[in-house]
């Protein structure tokens, strides 16, 4: 008759039976000590280990929450960014419109204010730049009116003009011309034209008129469409040949065109 074999299972659960009851008549002590002292530095090891994994697991959570933090203190700079450029943007194009209707209010003609919408030309040659703005024919605009910038400062012209929009020549464009006069015992009258699309040329002076640096130059009125007295810009230098008829002022502009947003068309 063949033996059956054992059955593993109970065999382990005699063995751990075994085992149990020789550790709780402390048989087994001895063996026990020698046990855990050989594996008390495998023991700490995997302590310290398992210590590690858990303290760089608490760093990288802290770190992740650190840099979602920062992401949204980013956001939320970027937006207060956002809305003090506009606040500031806000409350200088109310300046602006204040100053204009100020200085309207405070003259004989009438003055229709517009938005420049485009700046025309090329950025290399800055003397042929043109600016377009959003009131044309519909706004009563025609050609060679007054264009004024935010104090009542003459910054150029109306050359073109379709229902809803207009073309503006600056004071600087070589071709765009006004009636002038300078504010001096004489009151000296030329013709300005623009020099090079950075200074202001008036030309068409007699020899023997006197011109000083400094002398503000102001609209003639010898132009129909245009009122005198209107700002120009101010004498910087005199050119002056002995042999010559007429004599030339270089005038300087006293705004900056660069930042031209809001104008004012002067309607006489």
């Known amino acids: 008759m063949k033996l059956k074999r054992k059955n593993p299972f109970l065999i382990l659960i005699a063995i751990f039976l075994l085992a149990l009851f020789l550790h709780s008549i402390r048989v087994l002590q001895p063996v026990e ?21 858990s303290a760089s697991y608490a760093e990288r959570q802290e770190k992740d929450e650190l840099l979602r933090e920062v992401s949204v203190l980013h956001q939320e700079v970027v937006a207060l960014a956002t809305d003090k450029a506009h606040y500031q943007e806000v409350l200088a194009e ?9 200085f309207s209010s405070n003259n004989y003609f009438t003055t229709i204010l517009a938005n420049v919408i485009a700046k025309e030309g090329s950025f290399i040659a800055e ?3 043109d600016l377009i703005i959003d009131k044309g024919h519909r706004s009563g605009l025609s050609e060679g009116l007054a264009v004024l910038s935010d104090g009542g400062v003459v910054i150029g012209k109306v050359v073109s003009v379709s229902e809803e929009s207009a073309r503006i020549c600056l004071t600087t464009t070589p071709g765009c011309k006004l009636a002038v006069a300078l504010q001096n015992e004489a009151h000296t009258q030329g013709l300005s034209d623009g020099r090079l699309g950075l200074t202001i040329e ?23 469409e245009i009122p005198r007295g209107l700002v120009v810009g101010k004498v910087v230098d005199v050119e002056s040949e002995s042999n010559e008829v007429w004599q030339s002022a270089v ?6 065109f660069n930042n031209l947003t809001i104008v004012s068309v002067v309607i006489p």
Do not use: C, H
């Open 251 to 256: 005038i300087e502009p006293i705004v900056n």
């Open 202 to 224: 008036m030309n068409y002076i007699p020899q023997l008129e006197k011109i000083t640096q400094g002398d503000i130059v102001i609209t003639s009125g010898l132009s129909s």
């Open 127 to 129: 003397e042929n730049r």
């Open 33 to 53: 000590r020698l046990f855990f002292k050989a594996i008390r530095p495998i023991s700490n090891d995997l302590y310290l280990w398992g210590s590690n994994i």
């Open 94 to 102: 109310n300046e602006k419109l204040r100053q204009q209707l100020d």
